[in-house]
């Protein structure tokens, strides 16, 4: 059965899941936004999705562009969990994996270091 979680608290756990993040990649990151939102429209099962220009892609023609963007996605996340201790851990997991893509690193190789 999901979990039943207020989008207020959801977000707290979202912001706390960034306070996880090493200083040096806090200072790191340029340009980007984390979002909340219900569900993605075209793939409603989807945790989280980033959506911009990784660092290690941008070259010296990037700038004045608008924020990247890092959704995270409230009701899927909540539709695989079985408690709140679960909502923080995969909360924790879809932040870090979708930040680590605007650092640019991919889907494999973060299933390899295990944040599948």
């Keep these: 059965m999901p979990v039943e979680m207020t ?14 993040i090493p200083e040096t990649f806090q200072t790191a ?11 993605d429209p075209e793939e409603p099962t989807l945790l989280g999705l980033y959506h911009g220009t990784a660092l290690t892609e941008r070259t010296w023609e990037y700038g004045g562009d608008l ?5 995270i996605y409230r009701e899927a996340i909540l539709d695989i ?3 709140e201790e679960d909502v923080v851990d995969e909360v ?16 494999d190789r973060l299933h390899e270091l295990g944040w599948g």
């Excluded at 924790?92 to 889907?107: L, P, Q, S």
């Design 92 to 107: 924790a997991i879809t932040v870090v994996h979708e930040i680590a893509h605007h650092f640019g690193i991919d889907d």
């Design 67 to 71: 924020p990247d963007r890092i959704f």
């Design 81 to 83: 969990c079985e408690s």
């Design 7 to 20: 989008k207020t608290r959801f977000e707290e756990l979202v912001a706390d899941a960034l306070d996880l």
């Design 29 to 39: 990151m340029d340009n980007v936004v984390v979002l909340v939102e219900d569900r």
